[in-house]
C-alpha cells in the first residue's frame, strides 16, 4: 500500500512540473492550444467493408477531437458507441492529443519553424453483435522537416458490449498456449505479407500486443518500428478462428441475435468530459445533447417542427441581388441529415465538403443533400495536412475523394477544399494538372473552437457581406444551433443562399484550374 501512494506521489510532482512548465512556456512565446475535445452524442451503427481503403465503421459515431491552426494541426477520429467504454476510448484520444501537443511545444520551443500534425482515423467492427473490435491507426509529426517520416500511432479497443468490458489481450487469448499462437502467427504472417519472412526473426509475446477481434478471426497488429525492420510499414495479420482453436478464450457463446449497443435511441448518452489540460482556457466541448438526426431520417429536428417564420428562399436565383454561399467541412457525420433539414425547411442549399474515407459510411445523406441541391466537393481523403505531401499523394487525395464522391452521388467533382486551409505550390500545380479549383473561404466563426453558438452567430453576423463564403463544420451540435438563427436573419436582410459554384458562376468571370478561389465580392 505504501508504496502505492509513493507512486501516486510521483505522479502528482509530475503533473505539478508539467502543468508548471507550461505556464511558463505560454508565457513566451504564441503557442497553440490543445485540440477542442468533441464527442458525439448517441451513436449508431453504421455497417460498411467495401475495402481496405475506407473507413470501416460498424460500430459507434464517429468522434473527433481537432485542433485547426498554424502550427499544430489535430484530427482525432474515435468511435462513442453510447457505451460505458466511451470514456476510456475518449481519454486515450484525449490524452493522445494533449501528449502529442506537449512534445510538439517542446520541439517549437527550439525552432520556431516546427509544424505539428496529428492524423488518426479508426475502424470498428462488431462481431456476434456482441463484440466491438477497434483498431485506431495513423500518424504524427512534430517536426518542420518533410524528410523526416512521420510517427504511427496504433491502439487497439476490444469490447464484450453486453459484459460491459474492455478486453485485454489475454482475455482474448489463452496466452499459456502463446507457443501454438505464435507459431500461428509466423505461418499467417508469411503467408500474407511474403516479402517478411527474410526479415522474421524471433517473435514472442510482445507481438500479440494490438489484437483487434475481428470477423473472420482476431487481427493482430504489427506497429511499424517497433517489431518490424525499419522499412516495413504498420502490417496486420488475421489469426483464423478455427485455426486457434481452444486458445481463443471469447466466442463461447452463441452470437446475439440483435446489438445490445449501439442503439438509435435519443437517450443522451454519458459523455465523458476532458480532464482539464494544462492550458485548457478554450477547450471547445460539444455534442452532448443527444438528437434524433440520423442517416435516412427526413423528419425534422424537433424545435423546428413549428417550421420558418420566414419565408424560404425563392427558387430562381437574382443576379443583382447579395448572395452568399454556406460551406460545411469534416462530414459526412451525425448531423448531416439535421443540417439538411433545416437547409430544405428554408428552401436554401450549400456547399458540403466531405472527408473521402467517410462517404460510404454516410452515403444515403449525401445522395439526399445532392438531391435537395446542395453541392458536395471534397475535403480531402483522410484530413491530412496537403501541403505537406508529395504531388502524387496530393493527386491521390484530391481523386479518391472526388471519385467516392462521384460514385455514391452520381456528381462529377472539380473543386475540393483543402484541410486545415493549408495550400502549397505542388497542391496548386496538381489541381491545375488534374483540372480543379481549390476553394478557400471569406468568413470564418472558428466554430470548432467553441460550444457557444451564440458566438457563431455573432462571428457570421459581424463578417457577412454580399458575395461572402462562410467556412463552417457540420459535426457540432453548437453549428446547427448557430445557423438555425442564422439562417432566417440572413433570408430577412435579403441574402439568397446559393452553392459555391452557383456564386463563382454569378460573381468570378471564370473559374480555373489551380486556382484558390476566397469569396464572390461584386466586382
Ligand atoms: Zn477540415
Redesign the pocket.
Known amino acids: 500500500m505504501r508504496r502505492f501512494f509513493q507512486f501516486c506521489g510521483v505522479i502528482l510532482i509530475a503533473l505539478i512540473v508539467y502543468s508548471g512548465s507550461t505556464i511558463t512556456y505560454a508565457d513566451s512565446m504564441p503557442i497553440p492550444l490543445p485540440p477542442s475535445a468533441v464527442p458525439s452524442p448517441t451513436p449508431r451503427p453504421v455497417i460498411v467493408n467495401d475495402g481496405p481503403n475506407h473507413a470501416i465503421i460498424e460500430y459507434g459515431w464517429p468522434a473527433i477531437i481537432k485542433h485547426n491552426n498554424d502550427p499544430f494541426h489535430a484530427y482525432i477520429r474515435f468511435p462513442q458507441g453510447g457505451h460505458p467504454s466511451d470514456e476510456v476510448i475518449y481519454n486515450w484520444a484525449h490524452g493522445l492529443s494533449v501528449s502529442i501537443l506537449s512534445e510538439f511545444r517542446a520541439v517549437l520551443n527550439e525552432d520556431p519553424r516546427a509544424r505539428g500534425e496529428v492524423n488518426v482515423h479508426f475502424d470498428s467492427f462488431l462481431v456476434d453483435n456482441r463484440y466491438a473490435g477497434i483498431l485506431q491507426q495513423g500518424d504524427y509529426s512534430v517536426v518542420f522537416d518533410p524528410l523526416v517520416p512521420p510517427i504511427d500511432v496504433v491502439k487497439t479497443f476490444n469490447i464484450d458490449l453486453p459484459g460491459n468490458t474492455i478486453l485485454e489481450s489475454n482475455d482474448i487469448l489463452d496466452y499459456s498456449q502463446s507457443d501454438r499462437i505464435l507459431e500461428l502467427l509466423r505461418e499467417r504472417m508469411i503467408f500474407e505479407h511474403p516479402n517478411t519472412e527474410r526479415s522474421l526473426g524471433f517473435i514472442d509475446e510482445s507481438w500479440l500486443h494490438f489484437l483487434v477481434i475481428g470477423h473472420e478471426g482476431i487481427i493482430v497488429v504489427l506497429d511499424k518500428n517497433r517489431l518490424l525492420p525499419e522499412d516495413f510499414p504498420t502490417l496486420t495479420v488475421t489469426l483464423p478462428y478455427e485455426d486457434l482453436g481452444d486458445a481463443l478464450l471469447i466466442r463461447g457463446n452463441p452470437p446475439l441475435d440483435t446489438a445490445p449497443v449501439p442503439s438509435p435511441s435519443p437517450t443522451p448518452m454519458p459523455t465523458p468530459m476532458p480532464t482539464a489540460p494544462p492550458d485548457d482556457g478554450q477547450d471547445g466541448q460539444d455534442g452532448q445533447d443527444g438528437q434524433d438526426g440520423q442517416d435516412g431520417s427526413d423528419s425534422p429536428d424537433g424545435d423546428l417542427s413549428t417550421g420558418p417564420s420566414v419565408p424560404p428562399q425563392s427558387g430562381s436565383i437574382d443576379p443583382r441581388a447579395p448572395m452568399i454561399a454556406l460551406s460545411f467541412?469534416?462530414g459526412p457525420g451525425y448531423y448531416t441529415n439535421q443540417f439538411l433539414d433545416l437547409l430544405e425547411m428554408y428552401g436554401i442549399r450549400a456547399t458540403f465538403c466531405v472527408v473521402g474515407n467517410l462517404v460510404n459510411a454516410h452515403s444515403e445523406a449525401l445522395v439526399r443533400a445532392v438531391s435537395l441541391g446542395n453541392e458536395v466537393i471534397g475535403?480531402s481523403w483522410d484530413?491530412k495536412n496537403l501541403a505537406k505531401l508529395s504531388a502524387d499523394a496530393v493527386r491521390a487525395q484530391i481523386l479518391d475523394t472526388a471519385d467516392i464522391i462521384e460514385e455514391v452521388t452520381g456528381t462529377s467533382v472539380m473543386m475540393f477544399r483543402p484541410?486545415?486551409g493549408a495550400i502549397s505550390d505542388t497542391m496548386r500545380d496538381v489541381a491545375r494538372e488534374l483540372g480543379f479549383s481549390i476553394l478557400y473561404w471569406s468568413v470564418d466563426p472558428e466554430d470548432w473552437n467553441t460550444d457557444d453558438s451564440e458566438a457563431v452567430y455573432d462571428s457570421v453576423m459581424q463578417q457577412v457581406r454580399d458575395g461572402s463564403i462562410i467556412l463552417s463544420?457540420e459535426i457540432y451540435k453548437s453549428t446547427l444551433t448557430a445557423y438555425q438563427r442564422l439562417i432566417p436573419e440572413l433570408l430577412s436582410r435579403g441574402f439568397q443562399f446559393v452553392t459555391v459554384s452557383e456564386l463563382l458562376t454569378y460573381r468570378v468571370r471564370e473559374v480555373l484550374p489551380g486556382h484558390v478561389y476566397y469569396n464572390g465580392h461584386p466586382n
Open positions: 467541412d469534416d475535403h484530413h484541410p486545415y463544420h
